[in-house]
């Protein structure tokens, strides 16, 4: 297994959507582990495979206490959502330091594909249903800071390059 470099928000290459994984085989399940490995280096719940530059429908989330309640995430698709909204407040491995209150369904009804490429399905509410959201995002190009106020998403840019040019004379 491996450690994969994160890209950080506002890398332009977060903004390209994800294609479908056309078959689960090895190369798709080392994926998988390295994701995993790397979510919980981080440590973070989730990663969605669009934060370490490779532009495939794959998420791995683990919202657990404990961190051994891995959940594979490929081809996932949000079949139901609640009409009742929640505001929660997200963090993510791509803008480091970052937290911010969104508002997402409170529930949901997701399919997706495990590892063995086997069709399940899950109803989510909670810290999952908002993982799950906010993973899914990723998949499509978006970045939980783009729910904000243009204000808000410049300070955080601002924030954020100041921060890669203090590392990069450090």
């Known amino acids: 297994m491996a450690l994969l470099p994160i890209l950080r928000y506002p890398d332009p290459r977060l903004h390209k959507v994800a294609e479908p994984v056309?078959?689960?085989?090895?190369?798709?399940?080392?994926?998988?582990?390295?994701?995993?490995?790397?979510?919980?280096?981080?440590p973070g719940v989730g990663l969605a495979a669009t934060q370490v530059d490779v532009h495939e429908r794959v998420v791995v989330i683990d919202v657990s206490e404990e961190g051994n309640d891995l959940r594979v995430l490929i081809n996932p698709e949000i079949l139901w959502k609640s009409d009742e909204l929640q505001v929660y407040e997200?963090?993510?491995l791509s803008v480091p330091g970052v937290?911010?209150?969104?508002?997402?369904?409170?529930?949901i009804r997701v399919r997706a594909l495990n590892e063995n490429g086997e069709t399940y399905e899950f109803d989510a509410e909670g810290l999952l249903a908002v993982c799950v959201q906010h993973e899914m995002d990723h998949l499509l190009g978006k970045v939980f800071v783009e729910y904000l106020s243009p204000l808000?998403?410049?300070?955080?840019?601002?924030?954020?390059?100041?921060?890669?040019?203090?590392?990069l004379r450090a």
């Open 22 to 42: 056309r078959e689960v085989d090895d190369r798709i399940r080392q994926l998988v582990r390295d994701m995993a490995e790397t979510m919980y280096d981080a």
């Open 90 to 92: 997200e963090g993510c």
């Open 152 to 167: 808000k998403q410049n300070r955080i840019r601002t924030k954020l390059r100041k921060q890669e040019r203090e590392a």
């Open 99 to 107: 937290y911010d209150q969104v508002q997402r369904a409170a529930r």
